[in-house]
């Protein structure tokens, strides 16, 4: 640990030496760059990497139609897993990095609920704009818990997102559950942290508001290796399905693969938000089909973003013939964050701005200014005075082992679309 | 042999306390979970009392031994074996399977085992005690990062070879493979006690253990005795690590810092030093984490155990059953 941030503190001091001195090219027009901090290793690949690939398709099309005059977009990418799974601080330490890097003017992540808290303080202090294609947890935009990200600068909005907050994730899975599943009972266990937890609560109370039993709700953190007796004092109540309330790397993939073990819980459905229903087919590092293995059987998942991309977008063509696979469950998101910020870089440039410092700021002074609409792949988009996306959408999907040639994979079911959970 | 006989009662009336009550209050269906995960935390607490009996090395790199026991297990299965997810039906070719496995990896880990003493412990040994505790530490991070850099630090898939056949046993439906694990722990820690206690090698351990000088001087090959000590205790996580990979399937890099810190509580709890002990320890430990489960307290299971720990160390500093020196090993 020591060692890595001794490692990392290097890199800051490096980058902030080499943005003094490095000097603009001729020629080829100044190198602006897009950040993306998001969990790339271990049982986080499924995560990550997807989403980073969204973020350079759509910078490396961006280069090649000019859409910035003058200037070549790059891309910083950093990881926040340590040891395979997110990790708040490195989140922090990577945060610190892309805001020293002049040359950084918006990001694209984190990735995962509690990194983003950690990782706003620095970035609004810093002015950098991020866009999370994939957090939920409630408080990171809604007041009053936003208030204390931004201690420096409570007015500044840097901090937008495009997945549906967990008031919307979590009762769409408790509505689901109850009725597309006719579940009337369920055993809620959570993975302890920010994301877990918050999703776990709403999905709870909407479970209850829907007049669903919940038989026993449990909390176990990602040191658990025995998830064995947990299900074996739920089962005595004899839960209809499991909602899993966390991510496959903190231990719920493991729940899943255990639980199935358990008498009364070997065909009843799991259902998880989006930290279970990662998309990944059987066979990808860390998937939730290829942790749990046969278990993986009967489990549907909710996607806080949008499945049916508006007509006649070349996305998911696109993606497949760049990497050879198919998007990811934010793939096409974290490619509609970059779309925001080359928008927000382009109306700059186009302003007059030269300055990388200026040209961050009017990023993110653009990013939630009322009126100010995008054009994304995952449609015409604006973001609300807290930095919500004021179209959510969530699908849904479920597991099935005999797709993708045998190896298992997610289909999906449907999707649906709510109003700006701020106006409500 | 001048075992106490009140002693022996003692620690027979322990584990059947134990059994009892944890039977109880637990029920069939968590009695199961308890013993199985009992006899994991049991067969990794029982190296680490054994290395500390005899030499007095907190060997921390001890939970990562069974950790790579696990990864070594689950090489045997699907590479040399190339068997995948699929139960094997067959008695015979499950028992052949299971043979070569445990034994295998057994082998193995215990070569590993010597093979870390010789040369990072043994060259410490007459070192101030902290050096070769943090070279423990050194050797626990090494073998991390060399599991890491070859299985990557995902999760890795176990292949479940072991039908889920379960039986209806006392009230409820008992895993097969649920007493096979703990037959299999039973049947180690056994023959154990027998090699310790009734062997010219169990001798020299625990005469090495008693005063290292004079054993030397009544003809004890150290430098020996050390290495097949070393060998037994990893040969025992590594029965462990098979274990953890038969029953859940999944297995990561960084398995073995909880397990190991977990066993070593168990040590502690029993007495370290003392097999006996370690083997109770282990069952204490799982019967806490499986009661914190059974009453919704989960998250909290990890506080109850180092809880009972200080309790323990509070009102008896030196365990449940003691040091034990006449019989340490």
């Known amino acids: ?54 973020v350079k398709l759509a910078i490396k099309q961006a280069n090649a139609k000019n859409e910035v005059p003058g200037y070549t977009l790059d891309v910083n990418v950093q990881d926040d897993a340590v040891n395979g799974a997110h990790d ?20 694209v992540g984190p990735f995962n609920s509690n990194v983003a808290q950690a990782e706003i303080p620095i970035s609004n202090a810093g002015g950098l704009t991020q866009c999370s294609p994939a957090n939920t947890n409630t408080g990171l935009t809604y007041p009053p818990d936003s208030l204390k990200y931004r201690p420096n600068n409570p007015d500044k909005i840097n901090y937008i997102r495009l997945a549906a907050p967990d008031s919307i994730q979590g009762p769409a899975g408790a509505d689901y559950t109850f009725n597309d599943l006719k579940a009337k009972s369920v055993y809620i266990l959570d993975d302890t942290e920010t994301f877990g937890v918050g999703v776990g609560n709403s999905f709870e109370d909407q479970f209850k508001k829907d007049g669903g039993t919940v038989t026993k709700r449990d909390s176990a953190p990602k040191s658990t290796t025995d998830y064995t007796p947990l299900f074996t004092a739920a089962a005595a109540a004899k839960p209809e399905a499991v909602y899993l309330a966390g991510t496959t790397p903190t231990g719920m993939g493991l729940a899943l693969k255990q639980g199935r073990t358990v008498a009364g819980f070997e065909n009843i459905p799991f259902v998880g938000p989006d930290g279970i229903a990662d998309l990944g087919p059987g066979g990808t590092t860390g998937a939730t089909i290829t942790v749990a293995g046969a278990g993986a059987h009967d489990v549907h998942g909710t996607v806080a973003g949008i499945h049916d991309l508006p007509a006649g977008s070349t996305f998911v063509a696109d993606y497949t013939a760049e990497y050879g696979k198919a998007p990811g469950a934010y793939s096409a998101a974290g490619y509609a964050c970059a779309q925001v910020i080359i928008a927000g870089i382009k109306a700059a440039v186009a302003g007059g701005k030269t300055d990388n410092a200026a040209i961050r700021e009017a990023v993110r002074a653009g990013s939630t200014a009322a009126g100010n609409k995008f054009d994304t792949v995952v449609g015409s988009i604006s973001f609300d005075k807290n930095g919500d996306i004021t179209t959510p959408y969530m699908s849904f999907y479920k597991t099935d082992l005999t797709a993708e040639g045998g190896k298992g994979g997610w289909v999906y079911v449907k999707q649906q679309a709510f109003t700006d959970p701020n106006a409500q | 042999m001048s075992i106490d006989r009140t002693r022996a009662l003692r620690v027979v009336a322990l584990v059947i306390g134990l059994l009892v009550v944890s039977f109880v209050v637990l029920g069939v269906q968590q009695f199961q979970n308890f013993l199985t995960l009992g006899a994991i935390y049991a067969l990794i607490a029982l190296g680490y009392t054994m290395v500390y009996g005899i030499i007095e090395l907190i060997n921390f790199a001890h939970g990562d031994i069974f950790m790579v026991g696990a990864f070594v297990s689950m090489w045997i299965l699907t590479v040399p074996l190339g068997l995948s997810d699929r139960p094997i039906e067959n008695p015979l070719e499950l028992t052949a399977v299971l043979l070569v496995v445990v034994f295998g990896t057994m082998l193995f880990m215990g070569l590993v085992g010597a093979v870390i003493e010789r040369f990072a412990y043994r060259p410490l040994r007459h070192a101030p005690r902290l050096a070769p505790l943090i070279t423990a530490i050194g050797v626990s991070f090494i073998l991390q990062n060399i599991v890491q850099a070859i299985f990557s630090p995902s999760p890795i898939s176990v292949p479940q070879v072991f039908p889920r056949v379960k039986l209806d046993l006392l009230g409820g439906s008992i895993g097969v493979l649920n007493i096979f694990m703990v037959a299999v722990a039973l049947l180690l820690m056994v023959a154990l006690q027998l090699f310790v206690g009734r062997t010219r090698l169990g001798r020299a351990m625990r005469s090495t253990a008693q005063d290292r000088e004079a054993a030397e001087l009544m003809g004890v090959d150290i430098n020996q005795t050390i290495a097949i000590t070393f060998f037994i205790a990893a040969a025992l996580a590594g029965s462990a690590g098979v274990i953890q990979g038969l029953y859940f399937g999944s297995i990561q890099f960084n398995l073995g810092f909880f397990a190991g810190l977990k066993a070593f509580t168990a040590a502690v709890l029993g007495g370290i030093g003392n097999t006996t002990g370690a083997a109770i320890g282990g069952f204490v430990i799982a019967f806490i984490e499986v009661l914190a489960a059974q009453l919704g307290f989960s998250r909290w299971s990890e506080v109850a155990v180092f809880t009972v720990l200080i309790l323990v160390l509070v009102f008896r500093p030196s365990g449940l059953l003691g040091h034990a020196l006449g019989e340490r090993a």
């Open chain 1, 88 to 107: 708040p601080q490195q989140g922090a330490t990577n945060m610190h990095t892309l805001v020293a890097d002049a040359s950084v003017v918006g990001v």
């Open chain 1, 1 to 54: 640990m020591k060692v890595t941030n001794i490692g990392a503190l290097g890199v800051i001091a490096l980058v902030a030496f080499s943005a003094c001195s490095s000097t603009p090219q001729a020629g080829g027009g100044k190198t602006i760059k897009i950040g993306t901090e998001l969990p790339m290793s271990g049982a986080e690949t499924a995560n990550g990497e997807p989403t980073a690939n969204g």
